[in-house]
């Protein structure tokens, strides 16, 4: 990774339709405001351009929401654009566009593709009919495969899927058809997701009343097992928990927050890590509006991370991809050794076959990846 | 002050019939404070006190009182604790007074504890005026009230003073009754200074601040004076009372109550019931004093991680200087290591010491399940008190073994005769007593092993009769009895802290049950653990609590980190408030699983 480099995140806060399970920050779309929220954005980004402009080349951009693709193409454009003008951008820079299937049409896909997007990312979740509805998305399979395809057709030669898994009723081979048919796309990134209830979203006062159930924990594993497997026999990299590509495809921008790189979050509620200092917006998107064009930032929160708090995160994050983390990079980030801090944890971790340390990386073992949280605990 | 215009009453009531606020109220009424200086519950004083809203350790106030016809009086009110658990507060209290203001709330009528009250009162021949509080309420039924006083309590109706302490109605009445009704105390001031010490506290600018009540004669400052039961003498530097701000006086003679403070430098050297004379001209007898408060209680302290020990033994050594009634000594135990065996006169007492220790000593504890003391008779005829279950294997020849019964006092509505009969049947209770008070309230006694109810026979009872209910108890003697020690194993090896003792009859289903809640409260480890009850070497109860397999975030992207990392900080925080036995990590829950065992 250079040093002098980030990655720069966009949040598009507007969706058509809060699905069940969703504790994203995301909102109803109202066209009038969707306006005055692309200029705050423009407004923001020129303030962090200013502020960090030594802070060196943005090797990844990413739109995410919400749903990027409730902007239309122009807007979308535009936006683009000012980054352009604003920042350095890398030639070979990786311009994700997250997008769900039935808000796009044909030309938007192209208008957006000339603009210089050159990832794509489709929030496809299942190609199940029954799945699809008990997971509230607002789409069909139908929709899926056009929107897939139109993509294709637009010149997106970078596309990402994300399916998800242990929904409630989901089989093995109902799960294993999934990934199937996400291959027949022939996609060069997949990112798959066990299904995750949070407390505070439809879903999780639905679980607390019994009316959901999630499948057991065995049958979860089970699952999480077989996409492994099955994604790998079919020629995928499994480069993080839930994340697999064609080699050479891995998520430049997700890497970024893996290894705790900087990166700068502009939007309602986008959250950016730049030097030691990890900030968080309001999640409004009046609000965030009127917090810009009255200061020009819209935080909410800011801290500045003690040592250790900012060695915990680099190995939470830095764990979860299978690589794992260089022991050498993290010596030198924190100019101490990575044994007199945590000398004790690692030994007892080794011993319990939770982690390895082979040719300077300090990595989850294959057990130790299935229970990730437990290992990471310990490094808090 | 003329002995004659001076009254010293307390004020008893069931919990929660509106003791405190009263108490408020006299002092508002009084100008004792002014409005604004209120604040709910002065004579309150801990946070704890406050916030649980009751009262734990008495406190006394002198008010000033001029009636309608512009005679002045002094009352030296003595709020008094209304729990269960610090009954011996009020009887400490009582000794001082000679009458009682006697609340019963208009809505509930007469409770157990009211009954409890009264018969403290009469033992130590008081005069009792009923106030009937609370009867600004939609539901109050004053009348009613007033029959149950009569056929109850053989207390007449007609001297009761009607009131709303919450509204302020009724205050003048109150005050009017007591200069009234409440004799005078007698006393000769001109004999040698005779005075009974019933409360102390420390103090860590003054030393030791006595209460006293004197019977006898007169005390000034600079007087030597001599503490009779602990033979020790000290220079009286101050004398004065509570208004209820401190305020310094020049002396205490006969029937007066006030705080003295003589450079006393340990808790020990005062003795709650001790008799305090004059060193130079001493009375010639003592007070008979009262019995002291004896903890009935028993629980393991622990500090969760060793090194705090020191620590939790200054806490408890400051704790016990102004709470006489509570006990600790050093114990060890092989799953938890070095701590102390704590007794407490109840539960309420055990929650409040422990969360005094948490809070104002910030010493993070494991508490185990509280128990009673047995008795246990060896062959040589010798009896030791067993007040650790564990400690029961190193005992040699034991004959048999003896656990504590007390009468306990139920009021309750007649419909619930029929539940709470089960309730007490379950609890090994034998019914000495069922009377009709009226012909819709029955008074139930039972002798009850006091192991069946010192854990969660109130709220049983509360939740079995829709609250209606209400309980008292009091201690009267140990009884033979089949116990046997239940052991809860993990992963094959005894936990000692978790060990307790029980009857047998009920050691099954509740091994069960344990091995059962246990489950429940330990979390998933990342390898199997088996969960044993066992009775000696007998296994009665198994469960097994799976490994851990999967504990893995889904997402974690950058709007989370910050959020994922606070929420793993905490689970940190938590474990690390876990205790590890062997290698399995208990929750400090887990020890306290016996608690709820009925599975109700």
Known sequence: MNEQSFGLYIHVPYCIHKCGYCDFNSHPIKRDEMETYVSALIKEMTHYSQKFSSAGTVNSIFLGGG???????????????????????????????????????????????????????????????????????????????????????????????DLMFAIPNQTLDGWENNLRQALVKNPEHLSTYNLTIEKETSFGKLQSSGKLVMPDEDHQLELFKRTIDFLKENGFHHYEISNFARPGKECKH???????????????????????????????????????????????????????????????????????????????????????????????????????????????????????NSVILEFI | MTQSKIRNFSIIAHIDHGKSTLADQLILHTGGLKKREMKEQVLDNMDLERERGITIKAQTVRLQYKDESGEEYTFNMIDTPGHVDFTYEVSRSLAACEGVLLIVDA?????????????????????????????????????????????????????????????????????????????????????????????????????????????????????????????????????????????????????????????????????????????NQPTKEALSGYKEAKPMVFSGLYPISGEQYEALRDALNKLKLNDSSFTYEPESSQALGFGFRCGFLGLLHMEIIRERLEREYNVDLLTTAPN???????????????????????????????????????????????VIMALARDRRGIQTKMEYLNPKTVLLQYELPFSEIVLDFYDQLKSTTKGYASFDYE?????????????????????????????????????????????????????????????GSKVIARETIKA???????????????????LLEKQKAGKKKMKTIGKVEIPQEAFLAVLRTDGK
């Open chain 2, 475 to 535: 201690f009267v003697d140990f009884r033979t009895s089949s116990l046997v020690k239940l052991d809860i194993l993990l992963n094959g090896e005894v936990v000692d802290a978790l060990s307790l003792i029980i009857h047998k009859d009920k050691a099954y289903f509740q091994g069960r049950e344990l091995a059962k809640k246990l489950k429940t409260k330990i979390p998933q480890q990342m390898f199997e653990v088996i969960i044993q009850a066992a009775i």
């Open chain 1, 254 to 372: 997700n890497i970024t927050y893996w290894q705790n790189s900087n990166t700068l979050g502009l939007g309602a509620g986008a959250s950016f890590y730049m030097n030691g200092i990890r900030s968080k917006n309001t999640n409004l998107p009046a609000n965030y509006i009127r917090e810009i064009n009255k200061k020009h930032t819209a935080v909410e929160f800011s801290e500045s991370l003690r040592p250790r708090q900012a060695m915990g995160e680099t190995l939470m994050l830095g764990l979860r991809m299978l690589k794992g983390i260089s022991i050498m990079k993290f010596e030198d980030r924190f100019q101490t050794s990575i044994r007199a801090i945590y000398g004790d944890v690692i030994a007892s971790l080794k011993e319990k076959e939770l982690i390895t340390i082979e040719q300077g990386q300090l990595r989850l073992s294959k057990k130790g990846l299935f229970l990730a």
């Open chain 2, 548 to 566: 851990l397999r999967k504990n893995v975030l889904a997402k974690c992207y950058g709007g989370d980190i910050t959020r994922k990392r606070k």
């Open chain 2, 372 to 418: 009673v003391a047995f008795q246990v008779h060896s062959t040589d005829q010798s009896i030791v008190m067993l007040d650790n279950p564990a400690k029961l294997k190193e005992m040699r020849s034991i004959d048999h073994m003896k656990e504590p019964y007390v009468m306990g006092t139920i009021i309750t509505p007649e419909e619930y005769i029929g």
């Open chain 1, 67 to 161: 749903t990027p693709t409730t902007l239309s193409a122009t807007q979308l454009a535009r936006i683009l654009e000012e980054c352009k003008k604003q920042f350095n951008i890398a030639e070979d820079a990786e311009i994700t566009l997250e997008a769900n299937p039935a808000t796009i049409g044909s030309d938007q896909l192209k208008s957006i593709r000339q603009a210089g997007y050159n990832r794509i990312s489709i929030g496809v979740q299942s190609f199940d009919e029954e799945e699809l509805k008990l997971l509230d998305r607002a789409h069909g399979v139908e929709e899926i495969h056009c929107t897939v395809d139109r993509a294709r057709e637009s010149g997106f030669s970078n596309l990402s899927l």
């Open chain 2, 107 to 279: 809505t509930q009528g007469i409770q157990a504890q009211t009954i409890a009250n009264v018969n403290l009162a009469t033992q130590n021949d008081l005069a009792i005026i009923p106030v009937i509080n609370k009867i600004d309420l939609p539901s109050s039924d004053p009348d009613s009230v007033k029959e149950q006083l009569e056929d109850i309590l053989q207390i007449e109706s007609d001297q009761a003073v009607l009131t709303s302490a919450k509204e302020g109605i009724g205050i003048d009445d109150v005050m009017n009754a007591v200069a009234q009704l409440i004799p005078a105390p007698t006393g000769d001031s001109e004999k040698p200074f005779k005075a009974l010490l019933f409360d102390a506290w420390y103090d860590p600018y003054r030393g030791v601040i006595v209460l006293v009540r004197v019977v006898e004669g007169r005390l000034k400052a600079g007087a030597r004076i001599r503490f009779m039961a602990t033979d020790v003498e000290f220079d009286v530097e101050e004398l004065g009372t509570f208004t209820p701000a401190q305020t310094v006086i020049d002396s205490l003679q006969a029937g007066e109550v006030g705080y003295i403070i003589a450079g006393i430098k340990e808790m020990g050297q005062t003795k709650i019931g001790d008799t305090i004379t004059d060193a």
